[in-house]
C-alpha cells in the first residue's frame, strides 16, 4: 500500500481502457490500494501500459458464481469503485449502484462514461475526439484555414474524463466521511469537458470570444500567444499577454520601435504584427532562441517531443519522469509536502495478485 495522502483508501478498479484505468493510476499515485478486477484469461501487464502502474491484479469471471461472490465480497470492503462501461452493463452484470450500495452503504461508485448515464447518445460509441465535439471545445481549437485540430486524447478522456472523476471521488470520500452514505458519480466527459470550456463560454458571453478559430487571445489569434517556426524546423511557444511581458517581448526581439506593435490589442493591427514575428522567429534556431528568452519574463518554451521532454533541465530539476523496467514515463503530480506520491509498481500480469489480495482484505469466497 502507497504512502500518499490517500493511503489506506482501497478502491475496486473494474478493467477499461482510458480514462478509467487513468483516474486510477492517479489515486494510486496518491496512495490509494487499488485492486483491478481483470478477466480471466485476458491479456495485459506489458510493462508499457504505464495507465495500469501501480495496482493488484484479481483475475474473475463474472459469470461465474463464485468469481461474481469474490467480486461482491470485493465491493462490500471497498472505499470506492471505478467503472467505465456503457449505461446498464454493471446492472446487468448484478454489480450496479443498488446492488453495490445495499451491501456497502459509504461505496462511492465511479462511473466513468463518454456520453453520460443518461440523454439521447447515452448508449451509443464514441471516441475522445466525438465527446469533444460537442461541448464547443474541438471547435474552437486550430487554424483559420484549416480543420479544427484533435488534442490528442488531453482534452476529453483525461482533463475531462479522468481528472473530474479522480476528483469527484476524493470529494465524495470526504463527504462520505460525514454522512457515513456513499453515492454514485456520473462522469460524462461531455459534461466535464464542457466544465473545463468554463472560461472561453464567459468570454464569449461578455464579448471577447468569437466562434472563429484563430482570431482569439488565447487560440493563436494573438501574435504574441502563439507557436512560431525556428530556421531549423523546430518551434517555440510566446505568451507575452501581460503588457510588461509584451514590452519585454519586443526588448528581446527588437521590435520596441517598431509602430507596428505599439498598441498591443489592436486587432486590425494583429495579421501584420504575427507576419513580422514569423519572418523574425524565423531568422535564428530554436535553441538560438531559448538561449535569448528562456526563463525571462517573456513567457517563452521551446516546443520539445517527448524524447527531448524528459531531459529538459527543469524537467530533470524537478524529477517530472521516472523510469520503470526501462519505460520513461511521467513521475506522480502533484507534489504533497507530507505524505509524496508514488508509483506503487509496474503493470500487474492478470491475476497475479489474486491469493494475496484475498487474504490482504480478508475475503473469505474464492474464485472458481
Given at each position: 500500500?502507497?504512502?500518499?495522502?490517500?493511503?489506506?483508501?482501497?478502491?475496486?478498479?473494474?478493467?477499461?481502457?482510458?480514462?478509467?484505468?487513468?483516474?486510477?493510476?492517479?489515486?494510486?499515485?496518491?496512495?490509494?490500494?487499488?485492486?483491478?478486477?481483470?478477466?480471466?484469461?485476458?491479456?495485459?501487464?506489458?510493462?508499457?501500459?504505464?495507465l495500469a502502474r501501480g495496482r493488484r491484479s484479481v483475475a474473475l469471471d463474472l459469470k461465474n458464481p463464485a468469481d461474481m461472490a469474490v467480486a461482491l465480497e470485493l465491493i462490500s470492503k471497498a472505499d470506492a469503485l471505478v467503472e467505465g462501461f456503457r449505461p446498464g452493463v454493471m446492472e446487468r452484470l448484478g454489480l450496479g449502484p443498488d446492488e453495490a450500495l445495499k451491501r456497502n452503504p459509504k461505496l462511492v461508485y465511479g462511473r466513468m462514461t463518454g456520453w453520460g448515464q443518461d440523454g439521447p447518445l447515452?448508449?451509443?460509441?464514441?471516441?475522445?475526439?466525438?465527446?469533444?465535439?460537442?461541448?464547443?471545445?474541438?471547435?474552437?481549437?486550430?487554424?483559420?484555414?484549416?480543420?479544427?485540430?484533435?488534442?490528442?486524447?488531453?482534452?476529453?478522456?483525461?482533463?475531462?474524463?479522468?481528472?473530474?472523476?479522480?476528483?469527484?471521488?476524493?470529494?465524495?470520500?470526504?463527504?462520505?466521511?460525514?454522512?457515513?452514505?456513499?453515492?454514485?458519480?456520473?462522469?460524462?466527459?461531455?459534461?466535464?469537458?464542457?466544465?473545463?470550456?468554463?472560461?472561453?463560454?464567459?468570454?464569449?458571453?461578455?464579448?471577447?470570444?468569437?466562434?472563429?478559430?484563430?482570431?482569439?487571445?488565447?487560440?493563436?489569434?494573438?501574435?504574441?500567444?502563439?507557436?512560431?517556426?525556428?530556421?531549423?524546423?523546430?518551434?517555440?511557444?510566446?505568451?507575452?499577454?501581460?503588457?510588461?511581458?509584451?514590452?519585454?517581448?519586443?526588448?528581446?526581439?527588437?521590435?520596441?520601435?517598431?509602430?507596428?506593435?505599439?498598441?498591443?490589442?489592436?486587432?486590425?493591427?494583429?495579421?501584420?504584427?504575427?507576419?513580422?514575428?514569423?519572418?523574425?522567429?524565423?531568422?535564428?534556431?530554436?535553441?538560438?532562441?531559448?538561449?535569448?528568452?528562456?526563463?525571462?519574463?517573456?513567457?517563452?518554451?521551446?516546443?520539445?517531443?517527448?524524447?527531448?521532454?524528459?531531459?529538459?533541465?527543469?524537467?530533470?530539476?524537478?524529477?517530472?519522469?521516472?523510469?520503470?523496467?526501462?519505460?520513461?514515463?511521467?513521475?506522480?503530480?502533484?507534489?504533497?509536502?507530507?505524505?509524496?506520491?508514488?508509483?506503487?509498481?509496474?503493470?500487474?500480469?492478470?491475476?497475479?495478485?489474486?491469493?494475496?489480495?484475498?487474504?490482504?482484505?480478508?475475503?473469505?469466497?474464492?474464485?472458481?
Amino acid at each position: 500500500m502507497g504512502k500518499g495522502p490517500l493511503s489506506g483508501v482501497k478502491v475496486v478498479e473494474f478493467q477499461g481502457i482510458g480514462p478509467g484505468p487513468f483516474a486510477c493510476m492517479l489515486l494510486s499515485d496518491m496512495g490509494a490500494d487499488v485492486v483491478r478486477i481483470d478477466r480471466k484469461g485476458g491479456g495485459g501487464g506489458f510493462k508499457f501500459d504505464v495507465l495500469a502502474r501501480g495496482r493488484r491484479s484479481v483475475a474473475l469471471d463474472l459469470k461465474n458464481p463464485a468469481d461474481m461472490a469474490v467480486a461482491l465480497e470485493l465491493i462490500s470492503k471497498a472505499d470506492a469503485l471505478v467503472e467505465g462501461f456503457r449505461p446498464g452493463v454493471m446492472e446487468r452484470l448484478g454489480l450496479g449502484p443498488d446492488e453495490a450500495l445495499k451491501r456497502n452503504p459509504k461505496l462511492v461508485y465511479g462511473r466513468m462514461t463518454g456520453w453520460g448515464q443518461d440523454g439521447p447518445l447515452a448508449q451509443a460509441a464514441g471516441h475522445d475526439a466525438n465527446y469533444i465535439s460537442i461541448t464547443g471545445a474541438l471547435g474552437a481549437m486550430g487554424r483559420a484555414n484549416a480543420n479544427p485540430s484533435v488534442p490528442l486524447n488531453l482534452v476529453g478522456d483525461f482533463g475531462g474524463g479522468a481528472l473530474y472523476l479522480a476528483m469527484g471521488i476524493c470529494a465524495a470520500l470526504v463527504e462520505a466521511k460525514t454522512s457515513g452514505k456513499g453515492q454514485v458519480i456520473d462522469a460524462a466527459i461531455t459534461d466535464c469537458t464542457a466544465s473545463l470550456m468554463a472560461m472561453m463560454y464567459g468570454f464569449r458571453a461578455a464579448g471577447m470570444w468569437t466562434d472563429n478559430r484563430d482570431s482569439n487571445l488565447l487560440d493563436g489569434g494573438a501574435p504574441f500567444y502563439d507557436v512560431y517556426e525556428t530556421s531549423d524546423g523546430k518551434y517555440v511557444t510566446i505568451g507575452s499577454l501581460e503588457p510588461q511581458f509584451y514590452a519585454l517581448l519586443l526588448e528581446k526581439t527588437g521590435l520596441k520601435d517598431d509602430p507596428d506593435f505599439a498598441a498591443q490589442m489592436d486587432r486590425s493591427k494583429w495579421p501584420m504584427m504575427e507576419a513580422k514575428l514569423t519572418a523574425l522567429i524565423k531568422t535564428k534556431t530554436r535553441d538560438e532562441w531559448a538561449s535569448i528568452m528562456e526563463g525571462t519574463d517573456v513567457c517563452f518554451g521551446p516546443v520539445l517531443n517527448m524524447a527531448e521532454a524528459p531531459n529538459h533541465p527543469h524537467n530533470v530539476a524537478r524529477k517530472a519522469f521516472l523510469e520503470i523496467d526501462g519505460v520513461t514515463q511521467p513521475a506522480p503530480a502533484p507534489r504533497f509536502s507530507r505524505t509524496p506520491g508514488e508509483v506503487q509498481g509496474p503493470p500487474a500480469k492478470v491475476g497475479a495478485h489474486t491469493e494475496e489480495v484475498l487474504a490482504a482484505w480478508n475475503i473469505e469466497a474464492r474464485p472458481s
